[in-house]
């Protein structure tokens, strides 16, 4: 009856929301699609997306990105849920471990990664630092472009720092939504603090879980500035690529291209978590 007598008045409030999205999101996710398929005089083809795959560098990229994926991601859950449990356990200072975790959100992608170079270059300080320890006799190379396994080291590491923070915020919020009453039940019957996380924290938890690793997985497809202060030309990602396609060689088209392939990615491991992590509402339907 509540419904019946609020009328039209939700999806009024709802318009400008969906302008916006409908004016800034889908037409130009739309415009993009059609630039894909389509060659650079504007007859539709496959053309663009057999240059993509063609590409020298196309393997390489989403290589890896995949890698970077598979990597980061769970690492970054891993330390966010560390995070939010010290934080949700109501310690002395838990509010300004709070702040302190969430200083990296307040810095940009791009200085996230001077940052990190300013750390793991030859001259940086994490050589500094090993070899004022005695753990290095001399400077060693951690952006060394022959050996791809430090390059993506550094990268993980950085990326790690930058967005971990917003995994920890969404898990915090979820963890406070939990009834102290189920955490104290688990301690009256002796449950071990990793009994309480994988019996009782984890599966009321699971839809800041999906989430956030929705959210994180998209942003990782998408990581672009911190790869490029570090790795320079010495690897690639698929939005590096786009890029370079975009404003290096000026074929929209390619880009296109390689955009829609990033946005086909994200929307596949949507529906992936969305499968292997269904919360109470999608079992029920």
């Known amino acids: ?64 990105t995949l890698i970077l994926i598979v990597v980061i991601v769970p690492v970054q859950f891993t330390l966010a849920m560390a995070m939010a449990l010290v934080i949700n356990a109501r310690l002395k200072w838990a509010g300004m471990w709070l702040y302190i975790y969430a200083i990296p959100l307040g810095i940009s992608e791009l200085a996230a990664g001077i940052i990190w170079l300013s750390i793991f270059d030859r001259q940086g300080w994490m050589n500094s630092i090993l070899q004022d320890l005695g753990i290095l006799d001399q400077q060693f190379v951690f952006l060394n472009y022959q050996e791809p396994f430090w390059l993506i080291f550094c990268i993980v590491v950085a990326e790690t720092w930058r967005a971990t923070s917003i995994i920890m915020i969404i898990l915090v919020a979820g963890l406070q939504g939990i009834p102290r009453d189920f955490i104290e039940a688990a301690d009256v019957f002796g449950a071990t603090t990793w009994q309480k ?39 690639t990602v698929l939005s590096a690529e786009a890029y370079r396609w975009y404003y290096d060689i000026r ?31 999608e079992h029920q339907v």
């Open 1 to 64: 009856m509540k419904g019946q007598r609020l009328g039209w008045a939700p999806y009024v409030l709802l318009v400008p929301s969906l302008a916006f999205l409908a004016m800034f999101f889908a037409a130009p996710m739309v415009q993009a699609f059609g630039l894909a398929f389509q060659d650079t005089d504007g007859a539709w083809s496959l053309t663009s997306i057999r240059t993509m795959i063609d590409d020298a560098r196309f393997i390489t990229a989403l290589r890896t």
């Open 197 to 235: 996380v994988r019996r009782v924290i984890l599966p009321m938890l699971r839809p800041s879980v999906q989430v956030a690793l929705i959210l994180r997985t998209i942003l990782a497809f998408q990581a672009f500035a911190v790869v490029i202060a570090l790795a320079g030309s010495g690897t």
């Open 251 to 281: 074929n929209s088209n390619v880009a296109a291209a390689y955009a829609g392939l990033i946005l086909l990615l994200s929307v596949i491991s949507t529906v992936f978590f969305l499968w292997l992590l269904p919360t109470r509402e």
